[in-house]
């Protein structure tokens, strides 16, 4: 289960990543989230051999591809960064993207957020993270990603577990 959430920008303005591993600048594509039946899965990735509730996707692209789809076809191309949730303390800036949550609680259904940085939700990856290159398969060809996995997860109340639980949406491919 997931829900997108991704933004029209100006130019010049799109957030971007860069440094570390990355050899380009890479820019904001859309953020999404995966999450379970149940608080016992829901994250993509696991820590210690188990899945956490959610896991938060920021999906970025090398600067010098136009969009998504023509970064897919290359190896260069997309960067994903990922956090992962863990039960702990109300999160404030996912609170803003989980009170839409009802608004979209069918599938391929959509709904105009107030407009809000993106930067709240996608830490800066001050300490330790994993990278890693993984291929992802679709019906007709396969893309390769770079992972980076930000190492601390990040908290999120049991109230805000219990709202994303009920929804249930398509999953991404990544
Ligand atoms: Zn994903």
Redesign the pocket.
Known sequence: M?ATLSGKYAEGTCPMVSGGPLTAPYKFSQL?F?WGPDISEGS?HTMECRRLPAEL?AVHINSKYPNQEAALQEKDGVV?LAYLFVPGQANAALQEFVKDLPHINKVHSAFRVIPRPVGPLVPQFTKDYFTYWGAVTSPSCSHLIQWLVFREPIELSPDQVSLLLPICLFS?P?
């Open positions: 997931a999404h995966h993509e996707h994903i991404p990544y």
